[in-house]
């Protein structure tokens, strides 16, 4: 996530403070239920950047960039119902 934000900080200066407000306010409780595995507090925390991405969007001209979750998963190939811990720790390759 963090680098997209970036990404638009790079390229669109005027609104770099904007951006890093939503990193200082809105990433760390998704981060942070992510961290702790909690789904309920994840939907509440993404719900809630969500209305301040949408929010910064509106406020700079550009209401028409609305993001919205999907009601279902787009790759329809692929079965998002896991049921244990992933294996895979990022940085520990076998």
Do not use: W
């Not at 680098?3 to 390229?11: H, S």
């Not at 669109?12 to 904007?18: C, F």
């Not at 909690?38 to 929010?55: G, P």
Request: aromatic share 6%; charged share 25%.
């Amino acid at each position: 996530m963090l680098e997209a934000q970036e990404v638009g900080e790079a390229t669109r200066p005027q609104h770099a403070q904007m951006l890093k407000a939503v990193e200082r306010v809105n990433f760390p409780p998704v981060l942070d239920a992510v961290a702790n595995k909690d789904l309920d507090e994840f939907n509440q925390q993404f719900a809630s950047m969500v209305e301040a991405c949408n929010a910064c969007h509106t406020a700079l001209g550009h209401a028409f960039i609305k993001y919205r979750l999907p009601t279902e998963a787009t790759a329809g190939g692929l079965d998002f119902n896991l049921k244990t811990d992933p294996a895979h720790v990022e940085g520990k390759e076998k």
